[in-house]
């Protein structure tokens, strides 16, 4: 059966693929609809990720017209390095530089979950590499450099109606909190760390005021950010759960590394 492939701006559905356990009807029914989906669409390859599928599955369409099926695909080597000039059907119409390995190894499993090796070079292996790339929830944008990606990002925008309720960008703003959250705890523990070199109480009460301060701020931040993600559900509609279940974990663990590290600072930084 043809599936619709995942396209941009809508969001891959999945993080990581999930290897195969079971090689029953379901896989196969799987494998038949990836190769349904190349033939209607004129395409090379397909990752189960690009119809929705959270499998590890990647369908490669020969030149002789036959389909290689490769199952728990894993790169496991590599040599040289190749600029390539790529397109994918996430981003449609759309050419990017990437940088990928000239030659490459993989192991993988096939349709009677027998064990296989395979090596290749040249075009075939830029095209693994690009659906592998997948299996992981990426996309070759994450193989560029920031500049590159910026410029590519920017592009992106530019071809789709931002105002548009299901339009999803490929990066947040809140992402960027998240990563001025993240320092300002590297700050709280080189502060902690620091305080074991302290020369006196007078010293240790003035960390103990800084580490305070820097939680203050964290704090400060993730309600920002909260309030912020909010705003960028409403705008962007399709991103509404993943975004704030996301923001939601993403601070749990941000607030138990804090507790842990005022912890330990209450007990050793504070003077008496």
Partial sequence: MVKDIIKYPTPLSVEYATDVRKFDQELFSLIDDLKDTINENNLKA??????????????????????????????????????????????PGVKAEIVRYKTISIVYQDRDAKDNSLQAEGELAILLQRKIDYTFGATFIHKMSKQEREKFEAKLDGDVNTGHSDYTPVSYKKDKIMHVVDFSLFVILALFIYSFFAQDTEELQSIWSYELYVTYAVLGLIIFSFIFTFYESKVHKTCTTGQMSNMLLSSSVVLIKLAILLGLSYYFVRPS
């Fill in 46 to 91: 397909l990752s189960a990720f690009q119809i929705g599928s959270f499998y590890n599955v990647i369908v490669v369409k020969q030149d002789d017209g036959n389909f290689l099926e490769l199952i728990n695909p894993r790169l496991i080597a590599h040599s040289g390095k190749i600029t390539t000039d790529e397109e994918t059907a996430y981003y």
